[in-house]
């Protein structure tokens, strides 16, 4: 069955950075594009980023923009976070996501169990 | 604040229907679908309707999108405790190229 599983979390100081990680098993993870949502604690869902299936195409949300960037390596079926400048308010569970078309505009349809991301001095 | 709205909460009795809104705009449901996930506290999100009125296989009957104009609405007949959880509405917004989420509605079954 198709699986998600994030890891790189943990707790980091402010303006330090940190390399997210999300391998995929299941399906053709290179057809498909890729996305990044977070949620604060007690919060709601908040869309980060997505990546195309070529990777040729990111979006960003304005909150993590010029700070976080998206990647992914077909070759080992996984997909990348690296969040730099960290501040507090970046402290979340943050979940990968499968998009259920090769585009940016499609909707995440299998989800991660979340990786917890704490930045505290 | 979220770029679309949903009430806070929505509650009912077992058996019961319930309908929870999502108020967008030109940018976002009015051009693109609108998608909904539930989400059991301490669980990840689940996709229950996409493409604004599509279930994924495995999601009950019971589940039920539809769209006009700027809104989407979420239907759930036959409410069972159950599905007690947060639903979250979300779109592609063609202006922002970004995807939006709703602030999420907490359902209560009474």
């Known amino acids: 069955q198709e699986q998600l599983v994030e890891s790189g979390g943990g707790v980091v100081q402010p303006g330090r950075s940190l390399r997210l990680s999300c391998a995929a098993s299941?399906?053709?993870?290179?057809?498909?594009?890729m996305h990044w949502v977070r949620q604060s604690p007690g919060k709601g869902l908040e869309w980060v980023a997505v990546?195309?299936?070529?990777?040729?195409?990111?979006y960003y949300a304005d909150s993590v923009k010029g700070r976080f960037t998206i990647s992914r390596e077909d070759s080992k079926d996984t997909l990348y976070l690296e969040m730099n400048s960290l501040r507090g308010e970046d402290t979340a569970v943050y979940y990968c996501?499968?998009?259920?078309?090769?585009?940016?505009?499609?909707?995440?349809?299998?989800w991660g169990q979340g990786t917890t991301v704490t930045v505290s001095s | 604040q979220s770029v679309l709205t949903q009430p806070p909460s929505a509650s009912g009795t077992p058996g019961q229907r319930v309908t929870i809104s999502c108020s967008g705009s030109?940018?976002?449901?009015?051009?693109?679908?609108g998608n909904w996930y539930q989400q059991v506290p301490g669980t990840a999100p689940k996709l229950l309707i996409y493409?604004?009125?599509q279930r994924p296989s495995g999601v009950p009957d019971r589940f039920s999108g539809s769209k006009s104009g700027t809104s989407a609405s979420l239907a759930i007949s036959g409410l069972q405790s159950e599905d007690e959880a947060d639903y979250y509405c979300?779109?592609?917004?063609?202006?922002?190229?970004?995807?939006?989420f709703g602030g999420g509605t907490k359902l209560t079954v009474l």
């Open positions: 493409s604004s009125y």
């Open positions: 990546i195309s299936k070529d990777g040729n195409n990111k």
């Open positions: 996501a499968k998009a259920r078309g090769s585009f940016v505009y499609y909707d995440m349809d299998v």
């Open positions: 299941g399906f053709t993870f290179s057809i498909y594009g």
């Open positions: 030109t940018s976002n449901i009015g051009s693109n679908s």
């Open positions: 979300a779109a592609w917004d063609d202006s922002l190229k970004s995807w939006v």
